[in-house]
């Protein structure tokens, strides 16, 4: 099995239109992520010929509150032929609703009607992914720099939902960046998580850019992905410190203790 990686679209290249940053990104044999399609033009994404590996799985609405989180399934319904037209079978969810990467309505504590609901809210997307043949995958965020006010979003808590839901089609997106300034102890994490992950997101910090920028030893970490035999995607969603092609082959580089494995 050909291990994966990709990297998103929206965070390097930004000099060039989107589609040319898909063909870049294609071109150099990465999977092409996005943070959304909504506004985009999916006819010259499609004749870019890139593979797309992820896009966000839903528009509006919250996971977790009751008085919303209807809308996420039914938004997801809606944006399920634009990832099936772009061959993306990955769909992102949140613990709560971002606007612009921002809390929609901020909430400092988590309650056991937030869990109740964020875990029927996952199973019926198990469902809606069953029925069409794509994942959800529920992503951990940081509540210190980047996403104050989102409850339920430390790794730890993310795991324990799709855990609970125990469906197939139910994942963790596993955002190493967001995790190492939330929890850290990033390899335990790795292990413990393992067999609920359906992506791992990379960026180091501070900084959010490519490995090698910062803190994390993403080669350590790619050590560890090939001694726990993973196979999923690695993604990175980071912006380039400098040359954004300089950025993703450090990416490349620091990964190769995974990719150049054996399963």
Same mark, same amino acid.
């Given at each position: 099995?050909?291990?994966?990686?990709?990297?998103?679209?929206?965070?390097?290249?930004?000099?060039?239109?989107?589609?040319?940053?898909?063909?870049?990104?294609?071109?150099?044999?990465?999977?092409?992520?996005? &943070?959304? $399609? =909504?506004? %985009?033009? /999916?006819?010259? +994404?499609?004749?870019? *010929?890139?593979?797309? #590996?992820?896009?966000?799985?839903?528009?509006?609405?919250?996971?977790?509150?009751?008085?919303?989180?209807?809308?996420?399934?039914?938004?997801?319904?809606?944006?399920?032929?634009?990832?099936?037209?772009?061959?993306?079978?990955?769909?992102?969810?949140?613990?709560?609703?971002?606007?612009?990467?921002?809390?929609?309505?901020?909430?400092?504590?988590?309650?056991?009607?937030? &869990?109740? $609901? =964020?875990? %029927?809210? /996952?199973?019926? +997307?198990?469902?809606? *992914?069953?029925?069409? #043949?794509?994942?959800?995958?529920?992503?951990?965020?940081?509540?210190?720099?980047?996403?104050?006010?989102?409850?339920?979003?430390?790794?730890?808590?993310?795991?324990?939902?799709?855990?609970?839901?125990?469906?197939?089609?139910?994942?963790?997106?596993?955002?190493?960046?967001?995790?190492?300034?939330?929890?850290?102890?990033?390899?335990?994490?790795?292990?413990?998580?393992?067999?609920?992950?359906?992506?791992?997101?990379?960026?180091?910090?501070?900084?959010?850019?490519?490995?090698?920028?910062?803190?994390?030893?993403?080669?350590?970490?790619?050590?560890?992905?090939?001694?726990?035999?993973?196979?999923?995607?690695?993604?990175?969603?980071?912006?380039?410190?400098?040359?954004?092609?300089?950025?993703?082959?450090?990416?490349?580089?620091?990964?190769?203790?995974?990719?150049?494995?054996?399963?």
């Amino acid at each position: 099995m050909t291990r994966k990686l990709a990297v998103c679209a929206e965070m390097v290249f930004t000099e060039l239109p989107l589609e040319q940053r898909a063909v870049a990104l294609n071109e150099a044999g990465f999977e092409v992520e996005l &943070w959304d $399609t =909504a506004g %985009k033009d /999916l006819a010259a +994404l499609e004749r870019t *010929g890139a593979r797309f #590996g992820s896009m966000s799985g839903y528009s509006d609405g919250s996971l977790c509150d009751p008085d919303t989180a209807h809308r996420v399934v039914e938004t997801a319904r809606e944006l399920i032929p634009t990832a099936q037209r772009l061959g993306i079978t990955r769909l992102v969810v949140h613990p709560a609703q971002l606007i612009n990467g921002q809390a929609a309505v901020p909430r400092y504590r988590s309650t056991g009607d937030m &869990w109740l $609901t =964020a875990a %029927k809210t /996952l199973e019926k +997307l198990g469902e809606l *992914g069953e029925e069409h #043949g794509v994942s959800f995958l529920l992503e951990n965020l940081n509540t210190i720099v980047d996403h104050p006010g989102i409850p339920l979003a430390r790794a730890k808590d993310t795991l324990s939902l799709v855990e609970a839901v125990g469906h197939p089609k139910v994942k963790m997106m596993l955002d190493l960046y967001h995790a190492q300034i939330g929890e850290g102890n990033l390899i335990d994490l790795l292990d413990r998580a393992l067999p609920h992950i359906g992506e791992v997101q990379v960026a180091d910090v501070p900084g959010r850019c490519e490995p090698g920028t910062g803190e994390v030893n993403y080669r350590s970490v790619a050590s560890a992905l090939a001694r726990l035999g993973y196979e999923g995607p690695v993604g990175l969603e980071a912006y380039a410190s400098g040359d954004s092609s300089e950025a993703v082959q450090a990416f490349r580089s620091a990964f190769e203790p995974w990719t150049d494995s054996q399963a």
